[in-house]
């Protein structure tokens, strides 16, 4: 246990800490917000429970947070912000509330904004988990007593081999560790696989180590797109321009065109100029206002045909949350992440659509090919492997042709196990590639404190693909983004851990209550076999008749309020004036000014008094005779009421026993349908991400062939160059030769020999011109064509995207109107029936009606 602003690993059975080297730290703070101003809450302890899978080289972390309120007397609600590494998120919270834990429960975050809205005006104790921006998380505690320790937890996962937080200076800091070595798990250097059980199912993962490329040429023009929010200003400034240098001098032809932007954009640079030049431009930019990332793909878009590569400078938060859809066709994209909070998810998928690399330290990444993932087997047969009726899920999906970049912390796959036993697992790093078995049978099982890791791993990698599909087919996904989190109960922009204690929470908001809450039971027995009742005038309710009645009396007296104009009243000075000509004229002697004051005010008091109490007795004698037809009315109403409850009643046990009945038949057909939808919806994603790659090979393919074709080109014009040149040399030789016995006549004919030498020279300099020209023009001629066929197989891939959005849309269209019609259908059946029901009551009431006036 180590006390101090850094927190420390120290073994379990260590006597002597051990040094830490130096990380970055992010600041914990817990802070109760008053009337004016942020107290702190003081964090007495924390606790790390670190539970490893080593073979995979990741972490499951529980931290345990003992807060004390020493700044309210009273109860009070904190918020404690908990920036995280990046790549790092939030799995489960819990509070301990009178010595029992209460779980959160995942939910979509809009509906947890709204559920705490309501549970705070009814008075009750609510907190949700929200991520804000980036790896930023916050989370409210409630409720927090006066000089009494409260405690909270909450689980992490995370690859980081460090605990790189900074608490206050008298916080107590303690790690433990559940692996027999006692430390925490790195990504490991060669491949590794492990199993555990967790959400009722037996999941598994597999690492992959990274293979690097060797690299290739650089690129000749670079786009800089640069962030000058507020948020970017620091010391990391000076780092930047250093990587800066450092790529330009692998690379010295490269010219760098600069763009700025934050809630606008800016061509920097008047055209592409060397990195110094780039450099000088960035170091004279501002940093103020916030973040418009809808403004990168409008940059994008304007670039030239040139540029072959884009680095981005920004945190990748944007001030409203946006997430921008770049363009089908622009060049790698390379984000920068050199902050301690980034949007990481974001950035990466820009990178995945895109073919770029996350740059999280030097610059020269981006000048190799990307590794990738090129295939998945496994021993499935037959309909196992089509149709997963053995149950193996996995993520990457290994029926597809894959091409998943691969960044330097490696890959992991991971997915639900099944019948699958024998996995193997190919990457090309190049030209090389690369397989990697693994053996599911005797893969060794986690502890069980790390199981549920191998779930959310699996749950992360189905966000980052759903994430990277939505860039690449430019689609929003957010809606499967947010079923993933609820599923697996992590915390993401799209959806929130929801704090609720009591039983009527869940059920007044539609919340199923987790197994392991202590209010499971009673929510349980009240739920069984009844829906939610819908309490009409409670806080978004529909209001009752009462309740509008004085809505509507309100909006009135408002609207005659404001219709009305206030008449203007008389100077204090004009009416003591008239008082005292009145005095006058009347004989009365005068009075001195206050008590004449004093006698006006007294006199219009009584006048008020008189017509009060005129009016107090109208109106008693109107509400006398009001009250009286009202009771007259009021029995007559209730007697009539009665009656029609009565049969409304008749009515609405048979409307209800056929709405049971439909709305049963209604929830299955809906069911049925939305498997449909989804199983084709995965079809075309599938044959989508098919038709990209095979695009994206034969495009690589065909630029392979025309850098062939150059390469012979360029070797023939060596050899036919070499052969002028010997050709040249023989001929000097043997002019050379026959200077002996010729030398009394070669004087005479010197001049003769260099003229013709002169003349062939400048022969043989028109060939190589001409021979030149026309293997310019031809180059040109075929890179025009290559282009030309590059844009047709773009537009007919475009074609084909919109006719397959066309007939998914008809389809849909023609779904809607079948429902329609059955909808219709069913109305019209269920009017039937009520319509019957209503005239056999009618007949009977008729006839009990009939038989009484007989009796009569």
């Known amino acids: 246990v180590l006390p101090g602003r850094t927190p420390q690993r120290a073994m379990a059975d260590a006597t002597q800490p051990v ?65 995280l590494p990046p790549g790092a998120t939030v799995c489960r919270f819990e509070f301990l509330r009178n010595e029992k834990w209460y779980p959160a429960t995942p939910v979509e975050a809009k509906k947890a904004k709204e559920v705490v809205y309501k549970e705070k005006e009814k008075g009750r104790s609510v907190a949700a988990t929200s ?66 059980e967790c959400f009722g199912q037996m999941h598994f993962a597999c690492y992959v180590p990274f293979s690097p490329v060797a690299a290739s040429g650089a690129p000749k023009s670079v786009a800089v797109l640069w962030d000058t929010s507020g948020s970017q200003a620091g010391d990391h400034l000076a780092l930047r321009f250093e990587r800066l240098r450092q790529l330009a001098a692998k690379c010295p032809d490269t010219r760098f065109e600069v763009w700025s932007f934050g809630i606008g954009m800016k061509k920097e640079s008047s055209g592409p100029g060397t990195a110094e030049e780039a450099i000088s431009l960035l170091g004279a930019l501002r940093y103020d206002g916030g973040t418009d990332l809808t403004l990168v793909p409008k940059i994008l878009e304007s670039l030239g045909s040139a540029t072959e590569a884009v680095m981005l400078f920004t945190d990748g938060m944007d001030n409203l949350d946006r997430r921008p859809m770049l363009p089908a066709s622009c060049p790698p994209v390379h984000c920068v992440v050199d902050q301690a909070s980034v949007n990481l998810p974001f950035l990466s998928s820009v990178c995945l659509s895109t073919g770029g ?106 966000y980052a693909a759903v994430e990277r599909d939505g860039a690449v087919m430019g689609m929003d996904l957010t809606k499967v983004r947010a079923d993933l989190a609820v599923k697996y109960g992590f915390c993401t922009p799209e959806s929130s851990l929801l704090m609720l204690y009591d039983s009527e929470q869940f059920v007044e908001n539609g919340i199923d209550c987790p197994k392991e809450h202590p209010a ?217 030769e026959a200077l002996h016995p010729m030398q009394a006549r070669a004087a005479a004919r010197a001049a003769a020999a260099e003229e013709e030498e002169e003349q062939r020279r400048r022969e043989e300099q028109r060939r190589r011109e001409a021979f030149a020209a026309a293997r310019a023009a031809a180059a040109e001629e075929e890179e025009e064509q290559r282009r030309r066929e590059e844009q047709r197989r773009r537009e007919a891939f475009h074609a084909f995207q919109a006719f397959a959005a066309a007939r998914a849309a008809a389809e849909e269209e023609e779904e809607q109107r079948r429902r329609e019609e059955q909808r219709r259908m069913e109305a019209f059946h269920a009017f039937q029936a009520f319509a019957a029901a209503r005239a056999a009551a009618a007949e009977e009431e008729e006839e009990q009606r009939r038989r009484e006036e007989q009796r009569r």
């Open 19 to 83: 040094a830490v080297p130096s990380v970055q730290r992010y600041p914990v703070s817990f802070h109760y917000f008053g009337e004016a101003t942020s107290l702190p809450v003081k964090i007495q302890k924390a606790s790390f429970h670190v539970c490893p899978a080593p073979t995979i080289g990741q972490n499951l972390i529980r931290l345990e947070l003992t807060v004390l309120n020493d700044c309210h007397p009273g109860d009070i609600a904190g918020k404690l912000k908990l920036p």
């Open 131 to 196: 991520q804000t921006q980036g790896n930023v998380f916050e989370i409210e505690v409630s409720p927090l007593k006066y000089q009494v320790p409260s405690q909270c937890r909450l689980w992490y996962s995370h690859s980081d081999t460090e605990v790189p937080f900074d608490f206050g200076a008298d916080t107590t800091v303690e790690v433990k560790h559940e692996g027999p070595e006692g430390a925490l798990c790195s990504p490991p250097s060669g491949p590794g696989a492990c199993l555990g």
């Open 357 to 462: 690399h996350v740059l999280k330290a030097d610059y020269l990444p981006m000048l190799r090919p990307q590794t990738t993932l090129s295939g998945i087997q496994t021993d499935q047969v037959g309909e196992d492997f089509v149709m997963g009726e053995d149950g193996f899920v996995c993520c990457p999906d290994h029926r597809l042709h894959l091409q998943w970049p691969i960044g330097e912390e490696g890959v992991w796959i991971c997915g639900i196990r099944g019948g699958v036993r024998k996995l193997s697992i190919q990457l090309r790093a190049g030209k090389d590639l690369k397989e990697y078995g693994f053996d599911l049978g005797t893969a060794p099982e986690v502890a069980a404190g790390a199981a549920p890791l191998l779930g959310y791993l699996f749950a992360r990698q189905q």
């Open 520 to 736: 499971h039971a009673k929510w349980k027995a009240e739920t069984a076999g009844a829906s939610p009742e819908i309490k009409k005038g409670e806080i978004g309710e529909p209001k009752t008749e009462e309740q509008m009645n004085v809505v509507s009396r309100l909006a009135e007296e408002l609207q005659r309020y404001v219709q009305t104009p206030i008449p203007p009243q008389a100077a204090r000075s004009d009416h003591l004036e008239r008082c005292a000509r009145n005095r006058m004229a009347s004989g009365a002697p005068e009075l001195p000014r206050e008590e004449e004051e004093l006698r006006c005010l007294f006199t219009a008091r009584e006048e008020q008094r008189r017509r009060a109490a005129v009016a107090c007795r109208r109106d008693e004698a109107q509400a006398f005779h009001a009250f009286q037809a009202f009771a007259a009315a009021r029995a007559a109403a209730e007697e009539e009421e009665e009656q029609r409850r009565r049969e409304e009643q008749r009515r609405g046990e048979a409307f209800h026993a056929f709405q049971a009945f439909a709305a049963a038949r209604a929830a299955a057909a809906e069911e049925e349908e939305e498997q449909r939808r989804r199983e084709e919806q995965r079809r075309t994603e599938a044959f989508h991400a098919q038709a990209f790659a095979a695009a994206r090979a034969a495009a690589e393919e065909e630029e392979e062939q025309r850098r062939r074709e150059e390469q012979w080109r360029r070797e023939a014009f060596q050899a036919f160059a070499a052969r002028s040149a010997a050709a040249a040399e023989q001929e000097r030789r043997e002019e050379a």
